[in-house]
């Protein structure tokens, strides 16, 4: 980072279109200015709508990748200020969309595996097979976790520990424990949703589309 | 790192915007918003690099 502080950082005389032209020569200290006079707007106006901070960090990350991976190819053809907004705003947005789609995938999916659980009592060799496979897939996820994430995951659903208590536990913020175990949550239900007969599979992507 | 959403070009079209929406953007970096300093930084060093990678990609030919 540079030793220049933030507010020097802000104060800078130099516009954003000058910046903008000085980091495709690779200037760092463009790039920090930039960088500095841009992320806290964009950061709360992102957090200001998610009202979350593991899926504002997500979103910024998102948003500032665009910025920064297409300056080089920025034409000028509006302020940078409103180019910046606009990325910040569609990847809210695009967030939003991706969070219900989401939401609604993780609700479908359990209840697809509870009714398999339920019809287990009476299974047939092929919906055994069905659920050794997805007994499987799950196995294969977790051995591809961090320990962290997967240690999380156990004193949440094994352990039925609180997020605070773990928050604590584990030194990391409620927020992080929250962020950690819906991606978990997601590659189990991918895995579960892999390990289905092709049919349930069909009318899961099918829902999804 | 994730790769950005379009081309440039792209995203300036798609840019309108009222000057409502621009002011309360600009205006937004005054709220109260708690952030991870440790992120901010992570994140600033993982867009150098990544600005430093596209330029070097476009080579210096193109950088003016």
Redo the contacts between chains.
């Keep these: ?1 540079s030793r220049r502080s933030e507010s020097d950082c802000r104060r800078s005389e130099r516009s954003d279109e000058e910046l903008v032209e000085a ?4 200037d ?1 200290e463009a ?2 200015v930039l ?1 500095e006079r841009y ?7 992102v ?2 709508r998610l009202r979350n ?1 593991a899926d504002a ?1 997500e979103a ?3 948003a ?12 000028g ?2 302020a940078v ?3 910046i ?7 809210v947005n ?1 967030h939003i969309r991706r969070t219900v789609a989401q939401k609604s995938r993780i609700d479908r999916a359990e209840s697809e595996l509870i009714r398999h659980l339920e019809s287990s009592l009476a299974a047939s060799p092929e919906d055994d097979l069905t659920l050794r496979r997805c007994a499987e897939a799950v196995r294969d996820e977790f051995e591809g976790l961090s320990g962290w994430q997967a240690e999380i995951f156990a004193m949440r659903h094994l352990d039925g520990l609180p997020i605070a208590e773990i928050s604590d536990r584990m030194s990391r ?1 409620p927020d992080a424990v929250r962020s950690s175990l819906c991606r978990v949550k997601r590659l189990v239900v991918a895995a579960v949703e892999g390990g289905q007969p092709s049919e349930s599979r069909t009318v899961a992507e099918r829902s999804m589309a | ?9 792209l ?7 009222s000057l409502e ?2 002011r ?3 205006e ?2 005054l ?1 109260d ?1 708690p ?2 300093l440790e ?3 992570n ?6 690099d ?3 990678t ?2 070097r990609r ?1 080579g210096p030919s ?3």
Excluded at chain 1, 23 to 26: F, G, L, Q, T, V
Excluded at chain 2, 1 to 9: I, K, L, T, V, Y
Aim: aromatic share 14%.
């Design positions: 980072m980091i495709r020569r690779s760092e790039f920090t960088y992320y806290q707007r964009v950061y709360n106006f957090y200001l901070h960090e910024v990350q998102e500032f990748t665009a910025v920064f991976g297409a300056v080089a190819s920025f034409r053809t509006s200020l409103s180019w907004y606009g990325i910040a705003k569609n990847t695009n913020s | 790192m994730d790769q950005p959403q379009g081309s440039a070009e995203d300036e079209a798609v840019m309108d915007c929406e621009l309360e953007f600009l937004a970096d709220a918003v952030d991870d992120f901010k930084q994140l600033r060093d993982k867009l150098w990544l600005v430093q596209r330029n476009r193109d950088a003016n």
